[in-house]
Each structure stands twice: as structure tokens, then as C-alpha cells.
């Protein structure tokens, strides 16, 4: 069983950063992909971004050279730095792990509000 903590997320003003941060316990070892989705109200779930165990990342479109996803696999942390966020980038984000035999586990969301 595998449980995610997220933290961070807030209100910011465009142009500003704000970090994110995600830490799996119990059966972590079960876990290759680590990402980042966002839903914004009226709006389907979309996938922001993701890092594997080896360290190969994905970004959509809309957030390339803005955001960064990195991880720690001692600690089973995914971070999501954001910069130069735009009010479109506004919605709930959530973690998501996906692992063997299926896994598949997502974080509690974290409000991200981008607004002056």
C-alpha cells in the first residue's frame, strides 16, 4: 500500500513560482513513474508532467521551459518547481504514482491559484 502527502501550492501573482512537493511511504519500491496532474473547474484532468525511476521526463506543451519535475528516489519525493506562471496555469494539482501490478495512487490535490 502506498500513500502520498502533497504540499505546497497557494496564491500567486503572474510571473511568480511556487513549489510543490509530493512524498510516497509504505510500499515505495513498487513505484516507476512519478507525475503531476492539474484539473481546472469544467475542464478534464490532464497529465502536466511526469519523471520515471531513470529520470526520463515528460511535459505538455503548455508548460515547457516553465516548470520543472524532478525526484529523489531515497527520499520517494517528486518535486514540481513552477516559474513565469500564467493565470491558465490556475487548478488543482495532483500527484499521481504508477507501479507494478497495476499501481496506481494520487495525492490529496493542491490548490494553485495564479492571479494579481
Do not use: H
Amino acid at each position: 500500500q502506498v500513500q502520498l502527502v502533497e504540499s505546497g501550492g497557494g496564491l500567486v501573482q503572474p510571473g511568480g513560482s511556487l513549489r510543490l512537493s509530493c512524498a510516497a511511504s509504505g510500499s515505495a519500491v513498487d513505484i516507476n513513474v512519478m507525475g503531476w496532474y492539474r484539473q481546472s473547474p469544467g475542464k478534464e484532468r490532464e497529465l502536466v508532467t511526469s519523471i520515471t525511476r531513470g529520470n526520463y521526463t515528460y511535459y505538455t506543451a503548455s508548460v515547457k521551459g516553465r516548470f520543472t519535475i524532478s525526484r529523489v528516489n531515497a527520499k520517494n519525493t517528486v518535486y514540481l518547481q513552477m516559474n513565469s506562471l500564467k493565470p491558465e496555469d490556475t487548478a488543482v494539482y495532483y500527484c499521481n504514482v504508477r507501479g507494478v501490478a497495476g499501481l496506481s495512487v494520487w495525492g490529496q490535490g493542491s490548490q494553485v491559484t495564479v492571479s494579481s
